[in-house]
């Protein structure tokens, strides 16, 4: 069994790799579960819905883009434009 953190990073590369197939309005928890061969139950321990999956997403992102600040030459500009690009 995956480690929590290791469970909600499965789900969010399900949701990514769904999304570039189909809008993400048409993406249900039942995609998301069956694209990564996890099930619903593990997907409602984690998150409530894909709105709180795609927040949890993205602040783990974004947190980790602006851990990167200040080491080796990244400034807060190169951290916007990667986060853009998201």
């Not at 570039?20 to 928890?29: A, F, R």
Request: aromatic share 10%; hydrophobic share 40%; net charge negative.
């Amino acid at each position: 069994m995956p480690k929590v953190g290791d469970t909600k990073q499965i789900l969010a590369d399900s949701l990514c790799k769904l999304a570039e197939l189909k809008s993400v309005n048409d993406i249900t928890v039942l995609d998301i579960v069956n694209n990564c061969g996890l099930t619903a139950p593990t997907f409602y321990n984690h998150f409530r819905n894909k709105h709180d999956l795609i927040t949890w997403y993205y602040i783990e992102m974004w947190s980790k883009i602006l851990d990167k600040i200040g080491k080796e030459g990244y400034e807060w500009r190169d951290a916007l434009h990667e986060g853009l690009r998201l």
